[in-house]
């Protein structure tokens, strides 16, 4: 027999006639009992109530079914945007609300706060004196503290320590870079460039785990990893850069400039950055190496007066001579480009398939494969964050908010501080001046701009910035953490 179409089914209720609903209503298991309702919200459900529930049960079932599926997943799915985003450098852990005051700590002039093991480490000094504390990222009760460089009146001219940590937890070990001060008599024959020492402490105690010794001139340090990169001058007047064990010194790979800086008058002054693909080296030439193994990928005499930057897994090239070029991981030229990538220090990846780039006064996006032109704007704003596809540019006084793929324009503000932009992967927080002139902290939506809250700022802010996640206010004196 065929089914009917449903749209010509009609409902069917059965009727059991020998069940009268006008009398007492019976215990259909207990047939001798009876009970009588004075309430007529008393009475119990028909059957044909019940079965018209039990006709509907196959429809309400997947609904629910379907409803705790769309929500498990979406729970899912924002669960795994929050981890990683949680990985990106640079990036606020996510706010309920408008952050508050959780402690604060004396500092001194050129202190600098990094993550460490989970609490947030600050180095400061004072008169010479340097030191590294460990506090407890939402208390502040201080963990441990660990001098680097006792107070001197030689000491207190000497260039400070540096402790990277390329705006990420720095792990098992805080690794710094102590210059010793110069001698006296620096203008004596014979003096030697003045040296250095790498001291790696423990993050858990601050105990010196290792320590070992610079004899070269340094021009740049950085974490990689668990590991350093360390670039310097030796004493032929060669650029030399290295990954280094932090305990031990230990180089992993080395790699020496092919020009000196006797070489030729036209050296300009040495540069040097550090990316997690990359380490490219400037003055002495320019080269791109493999951050990894230290394989050049590229290489142009000085005179040659090329730029580089990285771009991800790719770099770009640009002089005025050949023009721009984008290169792959291999350092393999992919095609001519029109200026330098202008990859964002704070990157989730959502526009990786993208090329941006920077050329003074505009801005455009580019696919990375192709090179099809995607868009251009014309601004002097610099590319500071990309958070979920959409790109934030900013600048002193102004930032303006794109969508990373089309170009189009969220939205566009002016601010009256020119502290730069800080973002939890939802919000973009700016710092400006409210109606008392006193700075505060605005939130506004990263995608439509929308106002959220307003909060105000420790009196002096100088500074706001992120550290493993944690959102910091800096004044002349003090550091204050908020949350």
């Given amino acids: 027999m065929a089914l009917a179409p449903l749209n010509r089914m009609a409902a069917v209720e059965l009727v059991e006639d020998d069940h009268s609903i006008s009398g007492p209503a019976r215990d259909p298991l207990h047939p001798g009992d009876s009970t009588s309702f004075d309430d007529p919200s008393d009475v119990p459900r028909s059957r044909g109530a019940g079965r018209a529930a039990l006709r509907w049960w196959p429809v309400a079932v997947p609904v629910v079914l379907a409803l705790a599926v769309g929500s498990a997943l979406s729970a899912r799915g924002e669960s795994e945007r929050l981890e990683r985003l949680a990985a990106v450098p640079g990036l606020l852990r996510p706010l309920d609300g408008a952050p508050v005051e959780l402690w604060r700590s004396p500092v001194g002039a050129g202190a600098t706060a990094f993550a460490a093991g989970g609490g947030l480490a600050v180095l400061s000094g004072q008169d010479g004196s340097w030191q590294v504390a460990s506090f407890d990222a939402r208390t502040g009760e201080e963990r441990w503290a660990t001098s680097l460089v006792a107070g001197s009146t030689v000491a207190a001219e000497a260039q400070g320590p540096d402790c990277p940590s390329a705006s990420a937890d720095v792990g098992a070990y805080v690794v710094c870079l102590v210059r010793t001060p110069p001698p006296v008599y620096a203008g004596a024959e014979g003096t030697a460039t003045p040296a250095a020492r790498v001291v790696a402490l423990d993050s858990a105690d601050g105990s010196v785990a290792g320590e070992w010794e610079v004899a070269d001139e340094v021009t740049l340090i950085e974490r990689r990893g668990d590991d350093v990169v360390l670039v310097t001058e030796d004493s032929d007047g060669f650029f030399r850069a290295a990954l280094r064990d932090p305990l031990t010194g230990v180089a992993e790979w080395e790699y020496k400039s092919r020009q000196s800086i006797g070489s030729d008058v036209y050296v300009s002054r040495p540069t040097a950055v550090v990316t997690t693909e990359h380490v490219l080296l400037g003055g002495y030439g320019t080269a791109v190496l493999d951050a990894q193994d230290g394989a050049e990928l590229y290489w142009a005499t000085n005179l040659a007066f090329v730029l580089a930057s990285s771009d991800g897994e790719r770099f770009g090239t640009w002089s005025t001579a050949r023009g721009g070029a984008l290169h792959g991981s291999?350092?393999?030229?992919?095609?001519?480009?029109?200026?330098?990538?202008?990859?964002?220090?704070?990157?989730?990846?959502?526009?990786?398939?993208?090329?941006?780039?920077?050329?003074?006064?505009?801005?455009?996006?580019?696919?990375?494969?192709?090179?099809?032109?995607?868009?251009?704007?014309?601004?002097?704003?610099?590319?500071?964050?990309?958070?979920?596809?959409?790109?934030?540019?900013?600048?002193?006084?102004?930032?303006?908010?794109?969508?990373?793929?089309?170009?189009?324009?969220?939205?566009?503000?002016?601010?009256?501080?020119?502290?730069?932009?800080?973002?939890?992967?939802?919000?973009?927080?700016?710092?400006?001046?409210?109606?008392?002139?006193?700075?505060?902290?605005?939130?506004?939506?990263?995608?439509?701009?929308?106002?959220?809250?307003?909060?105000?700022?420790?009196?002096?802010?100088?500074?706001?910035?992120?550290?493993?996640?944690?959102?910091?206010a800096w004044t002349a004196d003090e550091l204050v953490v908020l949350g």
């Fill in 330 to 472: 291999t350092g393999r030229r992919l095609r001519d480009m029109p200026s330098l990538p202008a990859r964002p220090p704070v990157d989730d990846g959502t526009a990786d398939d993208l090329v941006l780039l920077d050329a003074g006064r505009e801005i455009s996006a580019a696919t990375a494969f192709g090179g099809e032109q995607l868009w251009t704007i014309g601004t002097d704003l610099d590319p500071a964050v990309i958070v979920d596809g959409q790109l934030i540019l900013a600048a002193p006084g102004r930032q303006l908010s794109v969508d990373a793929h089309s170009g189009e324009v969220a939205w566009d503000i002016e601010t009256d501080l020119s502290l730069p932009p800080v973002s939890d992967g939802s919000l973009v927080l700016t710092a400006e001046l409210g109606v008392d002139g006193e700075p505060v902290l605005v939130a506004r939506g990263i995608a439509d701009g929308v106002s959220y809250w307003s909060t105000p700022l420790p009196h002096g802010t100088t500074l706001v910035s992120v550290e493993g996640g944690n959102l910091l």
